[in-house]
């Protein structure tokens, strides 16, 4: 069963603007990671946020985690073309279920130039 | 760079054939996992390891077994291989406590 459920399934939006994505999932969790991927590649890791933590930045990337809402959010700020992909959200519940990651059906982000 | 390496990356067989994909680490970490990614579905976990000949099942292991012999390798075997497997089956490695996941490029097996 998918624990992270994406929001929305596909986004499109025009270079500079800014892009976000929302993930919900249902049990606790140890942490909650953000990944990329390219069409045909292999995912990429972006944001780990761990259940203690409220925000997070990376670049031009932020990250909200909320665990009473359990919830999460990935904003990309000033987007560009180069970020069009798909992105995937997953949690984390630790080691009593060694570390296993659920992962949503991901968001398909298109950044028009 | 993860070191992580899949093979082969693609593959054309035909239903009731055995296949076996293979994940090759370089750093010596103790926990792998197979996916498969499906339109509409995400990544599912099949099968993962945390060490060797320690496999456990995950969401979608119907159809598939394991075996993790040393720790550098995971083989992924479809016994007999259906068309409902035809997927892309992507390699991960765990390297440490609260750290992500590192993906290989993943294999495209198509069933026919």
């Known amino acids: 069963s998918q624990q992270g459920e994406e929001d929305p399934q596909a986004l499109s939006i025009q270079e500079g603007e800014n892009a976000t994505m929302n993930c919900s999932y249902k049990t606790s969790i140890n942490n909650l990671q953000w990944y990329r991927q390219n069409s045909g590649r292999g995912l990429v890791h972006l944001i780990l946020?761990?259940?203690?933590?409220r925000e997070k930045h990376s670049g031009r990337l932020r990250v909200t985690l909320d665990t009473s809402k359990k919830s999460s959010s990935l904003l990309i700020t000033a987007s560009r073309a180069a970020d069009t992909a798909s992105y995937f959200c997953a949690t984390d519940a630790g080691g009593g279920s060694n570390y296993k990651l659920t992962f949503g059906k991901g968001t398909l982000l298109t950044v028009n130039p | 760079d993860a070191g992580i390496t899949q093979s082969p990356r693609h593959k054309v067989t035909e239903t009731g054939t055995p296949v076996t994909l293979r994940c090759h680490q370089t750093?010596?970490?103790?926990?792998m996992y197979w996916y498969r990614q499906d339109p509409g579905h995400g990544l599912r976990l099949i099968h993962y390891?945390?060490?060797?000949?320690?496999?456990d099942k995950g969401e979608v292991s119907d159809g598939y077994s394991v075996s993790r012999s040393k720790t550098e390798d995971f083989l992924l075997t479809l016994e007999s291989a259906t068309s409902s497997q035809t997927s892309v089956y992507f390699c991960?490695?765990?390297?440490?406590?609260?750290?992500?996941?590192?993906f290989g490029d993943g294999t495209r097996l198509s069933i026919l």
């Open positions: 750093e010596n970490h103790r926990y």
């Open positions: 946020i761990r259940s203690n933590e």
């Open positions: 991960a490695i765990r390297t440490g406590g609260n750290q992500p996941q590192h």
């Open positions: 390891s945390y060490g060797v000949k320690d496999t």
